[in-house]
């Protein structure tokens, strides 16, 4: 069984860097599949922040690229979000994710661009 | 790159069907068949239930369906059960190869 759980610190300060990690069990995240993180603010709608493969091919959203990167540790099977000089905008719920594989029956197998297995999520406040 | 358009609320009685709409653009909704539909509960990560359109993953119900006209997709919900109560998203692949999500949409079982 396949498992994402998401870590990182609970509280950041205005202007840091958040930094979190997804941990990936059940699954080589450098066997395939592309990987992705998400967010959502308290109350609000969900927003996508980046897609990846392991081995690079990253897209980002156009409003949070110049701030975030991700990385990749195939050694440890997990995957890092860093988010530079945070405000009380980027307080959120963070989901790491992965892209749902589609295989038909009569051709070869694809990457989906829809996320069907999520992480619990991981709260992050950026309060001073 | 505007979030796509979902209606704030949708109610139906049990056994009923809804429909809730997510309307973007012509390049987004209107120009690729990846549109997703995801379901969401109070205090949880969200369920994938349609992709590219209409397709159901792995383990879906079919209660769910989806179905696309231009520049606006739909998801219908047949059968409606009170485990139904839940907030509602659509997301669309775009032009500048991004993902998209909607506003979201509470949809209350009556």
């Known amino acids: 069984q396949v498992r994402l759980q998401e870590s990182g610190p609970g509280l950041v300060r205005p202007s840091e860097t958040l930094s979190l990690t997804c941990a990936v069990s059940g699954y080589s995240i450098s066997s395939g599949y592309y990987w992705g993180w998400l967010r959502q603010a308290p109350g609000k709608g969900l927003e996508w922040i980046a897609s990846?493969?392991?081995?690079?091919?990253?897209t980002y959203n156009p409003s949070l690229r110049s701030r975030v990167s991700i990385s990749v540790d195939t050694a440890t099977n997990q995957f890092s979000l860093s988010l530079t000089s945070v405000t009380a905008a980027d307080s959120a719920v963070y989901y790491c994710?992965?892209?749902?594989?589609?295989?038909?029956?009569?051709?070869?197998?694809?990457?989906?661009?829809?996320?069907?297995?999520w992480g619990q999520g991981t709260k992050v406040l950026v309060s001073s | 790159q505007s979030a796509l358009t979902q209606p704030a609320s949708v109610s139906g009685s049990p056994g009923q069907s809804i429909t809730i709409s997510c309307t973007g653009t012509?390049?987004?909704?209107?120009?690729?068949?990846?549109v997703s539909w995801y379901q969401q509960h109070p205090g949880k990560a969200p369920q994938l239930l349609i992709y590219d359109v209409a397709k159901w993953p792995s383990g879906a119900s079919n209660r769910f369906s989806g179905s696309k006209s231009g520049n606006t997709a739909s998801l219908t919900i047949s059968g409606l059960l009170a485990e139904d109560e839940a907030d509602y998203y659509c997301?669309?692949?775009?032009?500048?190869?991004?993902?998209?999500f909607g506003g979201g949409t509470k949809v209350t079982v009556l």
């Open positions: 012509s390049s987004d909704i209107g120009m690729y068949d990846y």
């Open positions: 990846f493969y392991h081995s690079g091919s990253n």
């Open positions: 994710a992965r892209r749902y594989r589609h295989c038909p029956a009569t051709s070869s197998c694809y990457i989906t661009d829809a996320f069907d297995l």
């Open positions: 997301c669309s692949y775009t032009v500048d190869s991004t993902l998209i």
